[in-house]
């Protein structure tokens, strides 16, 4: 048997009447560019979030950027975030010239770790970022009460964790704003590259507005330095038609994490560190990632039974190469390095079988057995 890491074909073929439809009706159209689907998204995702305001933007790395320059941070700021997720968080921090500060995370959660957030801040930090790793959100009210007692602006990544929620509150509306990918994995993806950001504050969404556009209002006339990241009405109509079915397709990945977790504990006891959902929270499992010794092993051997699997991620952020400027040294985040070598997602979408779980789950067992 094979196992994939993600099949889209299932979804896609349930939806394919729909699908072309819209896109025939955005063609007709000839409307392309910040049409009424982008709109309709836009609202939609905002009302989600429980939030006023969504802009939709090129990408979900654009989202976390657009964000941070419309609230001012630029060269010489400071931006506390985690230093175990994809490259895009620390990256936005970058381009926007500031540092990224990097604080250790919760070996539970994987999420960043709130009591070790206040002794890196400064008179230059501008803003935290919390990401919500693989679907879990962070552990906001200790952010929250940090980011409150210094005036500090908080930004949600919330790439991997759309209709997660945090002691009854949805992720969008736990901080000053939020951004979400829509990349084709995500739990609501896109046929190609899409994103958005929400807030609450009307000055800041018009500001992100202006910034998508080249910074430019009204037309040709540029007050400050944009670029051009519109999401555009392609890829907004396929996700006005996936966004109905998102809190279902929510409830499958729930189903799955709990039978993996089961099936898990069940065959290999302790041998396996199953995900664990923190209190108050509703976990949407972008990613069911299990803690293993012999990781690397265990995937090749999967591999070569049929299973594929990822490793989100090899390498922590302040090792990467080109923060070599910044001076982190292995050994400076022991808890993110530790994950680094021991974390491992398996197949997870909402269309995976039972008979596709039993057969990871044997495949595991072999491995350790």
């Avoid at 419309?70 to 500031?98: K, S």
């Avoid at 290999?268 to 092993?297: C, M, S, W």
Wanted: proline share 5%; glycine share 6%.
């Amino acid at each position: 048997m094979k196992v994939p890491m993600l099949d889209l074909s299932e979804q896609y073929l349930s939806l394919r009447d729909d699908m072309l439809q819209v896109l025939d009706e955005v063609m007709k159209s000839s409307r392309f560019i910040l049409g009424d689907n982008v709109k309709k998204l836009e609202q939609d995702v905002a009302a989600y979030s429980n939030v006023p305001y969504g802009i939709g933007v090129a990408n979900g790395s654009d989202a976390l950027h657009i964000a941070l320059q419309a609230h001012g941070v630029t060269a010489g700021d400071e931006v506390i975030t985690t230093p175990f997720t994809f490259f895009a968080t620390a990256g936005a921090i970058a381009r926007c010239n500031a540092t990224p500060v990097f604080v250790d995370i919760d070996p539970v959660t994987f999420n960043i770790d709130p009591s070790k957030i206040e002794e890196k801040i400064t008179d230059k930090t501008k803003a935290i970022i919390p990401v919500h790793l693989y679907g879990q959100v962070s552990d906001m009210d200790g952010i929250m009460e940090v980011a409150k007692k210094h005036n500090i602006f908080v930004l949600e990544d919330a790439a991997q964790a759309i209709g997660a929620t945090y002691k009854g509150k949805t992720v969008g509306e736990l901080a000053d704003a939020a951004t979400y990918s829509f990349f084709p994995t995500k739990n609501l993806g896109a046929y190609g590259d899409a994103g958005m950001i929400v807030t609450k504050h009307e000055d800041l969404a018009e500001k992100m507005r202006v910034i998508r556009v080249h910074g430019s209002k009204p037309k040709y006339y540029h007050h400050v330095l944009g670029y051009n990241s519109r999401l555009d009405e392609m890829q907004a109509a396929i996700l006005n038609v996936k966004f109905p079915h998102l809190n279902e397709w929510s409830k499958k990945r729930r189903a799955h994490a709990n039978r993996y977790s089961e099936m898990l504990t069940a065959a290999l006891g302790d041998q396996v560190v199953t995900p664990v959902e923190a209190e108050g929270n509703y976990h949407v499992f972008h990613q069911y990632t299990i803690r293993v010794e012999k990781r690397d092993e265990l995937q090749k051997f999967l591999a070569e039974q049929g299973v594929s699997t990822m490793i989100y991620y090899p390498q922590p952020l302040h090792l990467q190469p080109v923060f070599k400027e910044l001076d982190y040294k292995e050994g400076d985040f022991p808890v993110t390095e530790k994950a680094t070598k021991e974390a491992i997602s398996l197949p997870m979408f909402p269309e995976l079988s039972e008979e596709q779980q039993n057969y990871v789950v044997e495949c595991i067992t072999k491995f350790y057995q």
